[in-house]
């Protein structure tokens, strides 16, 4: 028995509004979307995006409704990290066996794309139109120039928000008595920096990789995009010694590039230009509860679960939600609060692991990767993952290479980070790491 | 160099508010304070309040600016707990040493009251009159009817949010950009009941007393006021077996009361009044951060840190905020950005700890009041205490009789929990508990 047909709003044409109203269209519901800002294909981009990194949960999302190979056109497979170290030449590390890459795609050239696809199977888009408020009970939506003009109504069978980590929608959620909300900003920001093409078209680093120049308590990445040029991330806390607060000329700027990223000097022009041009933005862990109400309303991607970007999951994560949504609606057919309940249930648990696993990878880049013990335990952790491929499947490739859930990933690293702390405390471990004894240690705790 | 008199608005005329007004009238700014409900002493109370208990932390605030033994006059001093467990007599166990008392104080009457001292003191009040929004950066407020309707503006050198856990005007604060915020709402619920006072006007219970029904996952209390009567408050699941969802008829209602609560079937039918009559209320923890706008703006009491009421500090940790503000105040003068810094830096760490020493005690009322081992750690805990008074304060003692820092009593705390972990593995520890071998172990790890 298929779904009846739902007359469906979504707010926030984004990532994961534009693939949930391709999915809902492919289930015969009529769908419209509802942008508080213009459309994107007809404006710049804003100068504060991070590159993306569609890794096989988000490709799995795309595949269930066919626009794979689509998108594939426009991302560039990575796979490996190259890391620019002080002092040290170039050296890369790959992210997992042969051919396992994550992808590359710039959020703007891939949004524009997925509206054009959702528009082609039949969602209709409304730009400049921003939703105030909403009728919970009621699945009703009103929108309006500003908070106080007068509103327009619209009547829904099903509201879904997809409008991101500061949702309206859940915002009116909130209210409600018993809502669990909590949100934490790290004291890092970030802003997007540019590196041209070569004149030719072709891109000025490695294009296979991800790049990374690691610097302790700031970091510069940098991911290719198709036209030849990268998105670069200077990531920084906002106050302090070297911080966002403390570059705020364009010498100080200047000096700052020379002495912490001197391989991309011949670029430094732009850098800086970008700099002064973009807007600095900060980064927020979001979670909420419950992320549906009744039958009428869901949160999906970042309105329900938003997660500092160190794992490069959010936009996976999202798609995930998506995913699914889609079975159990497979599954359960008209039952739409089932539906729901069960979204909930299964998801939350994951976004919050993948919360937890993203907020450790920013404290271990902040305050860890200049800890030897740390280094090394890394070091050991790669070697005995080399010599038994099936016995220890590093966490970064359980999040990132693999479906199973997110929780899993979790709970299984932190059964690996025990072992670890046990190999560490063997005497004289900085001389025997890649021993038989290690080894076997390792062996006889898994 | 006294304070410069500013034109100070507070939003929020409950126990907080009208005692901030109390110490500014001192100061000698001017005050208006905005409350969106009528007037208190006008209208009846709400059926959700659970009675008060002032301990030191709250009487020093008072006394700081001499309503001390105004407020006396209102409360009664509670020396025990009186516990009244199923198949066992009636038992009592001090609170402290001699003379140490909590103080029962209804909501009601004590708010009617503070507001009376408040506004003899010049305090201007606007009740009715409801605050939609706020003009951080310039202190203005906006009030009116409704959210929609005309607004009329007012403008003032300092706003201060009095207004509660879901406070408008941190609301407003909670819009930019890198503020934390966190609210946890726990699966229980509460509901007030009223036992009345007997024909002669005394108490049908003992009257110094704090009485407690513990049940497990449910309890009922009873505080005493000054008519004769007690406010009880029932604290049960919202959801489950034995839960508010469940007790949906008089009959079942009756039948709870009965089964659990014999002691007060005199009274049952009261009660079951009250049941139907009383909203159920949540209970929330609420955290938050900065909780001040530059010299402008400044949150107090719960808008900054709510939690839940078990450990009685909600109201005490409000007013300590106050007493801590007013010192500042007499340090910098007119320097109020720094006073605000300050504050907010002093309080937030106490704050933090109060709450979770609130939720600890939640915890351990619903799932470990009926596990033996913490049971007979906490007669060991007594018995070394009373064997040990100088080395061992509780921290129960610390929280209330004292006026040291929240966190030093959370952190003492944690360290006398160790302690006892190491004494709960001592072998046969269930029949050598009070022996001198116990004894000598735990002042050997103090």
């Not at 490709?59 to 066919?66: G, I, S, T």
């Not at 890459?101 to 888009?125: P, Q, T, Y």
């Not at 070297?242 to 100080?252: A, I, P, Y």
């Not at 500092?308 to 995930?320: R, T």
Request: hydrophobic fraction near 40%.
């Amino acid at each position: 028995m298929p779904q009846s047909p739902k007359n469906i709003a979504i707010v926030g044409s984004g990532l994961v509004g534009s693939l949930l109203a391709i999915y809902l269209r492919k289930f015969g519901h009529q769908v419209t979307i509802f942008d508080r800002r213009p459309d994107i294909r007809t404006i710049e981009f804003s100068g504060r995006s991070i590159n993306l990194a569609m890794s096989n949960r988000g490709w799995k999302a795309l595949r269930e409704v066919d626009i794979e190979d689509e998108i594939r056109k426009i991302a560039i497979p990575l796979y490996r990290r190259a890391m620019h170290v002080p002092d040290k030449p170039l050296y890369f590390q790959n992210y997992g066996l042969e051919g396992e890459a994550i992808w590359s795609l710039s959020r703007g050239v891939l949004n524009r794309k997925m509206i054009d696809l959702a528009e082609s199977e039949g969602a209709v888009f409304r730009f400049n139109e921003k939703v105030w408020d909403v009728n919970l009970p009621e699945a009703k939506l009103y929108t309006g120039e500003t908070e106080k003009s007068e509103w327009q109504e619209y009547d829904f069978d099903i509201v879904f928000g997809c409008d991101g980590a500061f949702s309206r929608v859940r915002h009116k959620m909130q209210r409600r008595s018993r809502f669990d909300y909590s949100q934490d900003f790290i004291d890092v920001g970030y802003k997007e920096l540019t590196i041209p093409p070569n004149e030719d078209g072709t891109h000025k680093l490695d294009k296979n990789s991800f790049h990374i120049w690691p610097r302790g308590r700031f970091m510069l990445i940098a991911m290719p995009n198709i036209d030849g040029s990268f998105t670069c991330t200077l990531f920084l806390p906002f106050e302090g010694a070297v911080s966002f607060e403390s570059l705020t000329t364009e010498q100080e700027a200047k000096a700052f590039f020379k002495e912490h990223f001197p391989n991309v000097r011949k670029v430094i022009d732009n850098l800086i230009r970008d700099f002064f041009k973009n807007p600095t933005s900060a980064m927020v862990t979001m979670k909420c509860y419950p992320w549906t109400y009744w039958d009428k309303v869901a949160l999906v991607g970042d309105s329900a679960h938003a997660i500092v970007p160190f794992y490069g999951q959010g936009m996976n994560a999202g798609f995930e939600d998506i995913f699914v949504l889609s079975q159990l609606m497979k599954k359960h057919n008209d039952d739409w609060e089932t539906i729901f309940q069960e979204y909930q249930r299964e998801r939350k648990p994951n976004a919050d692991a993948i919360a937890e696993l993203s907020h450790r990878n920013f404290m271990e880049m902040s305050s860890k990767t200049a800890d030897p013990d740390f280094l090394l335990q890394k070091k050991i952790e790669k070697w005995f993952y080399e010599k038994h491929p099936d016995k220890w499947i590093p966490v970064y490739s359980r999040v990132t290479f693999s479906e199973r859930p997110y929780t899993e990933a979790l709970a299984i690293g932190d059964h690996q980070e025990k072992i670890m702390q046990e190999v560490m405390k063997m005497p004289n471990i900085h001389k025997i790491w890649n021993s038989e004894e290690v080894e076997r240690k390792i062996l006889s705790l898994l």
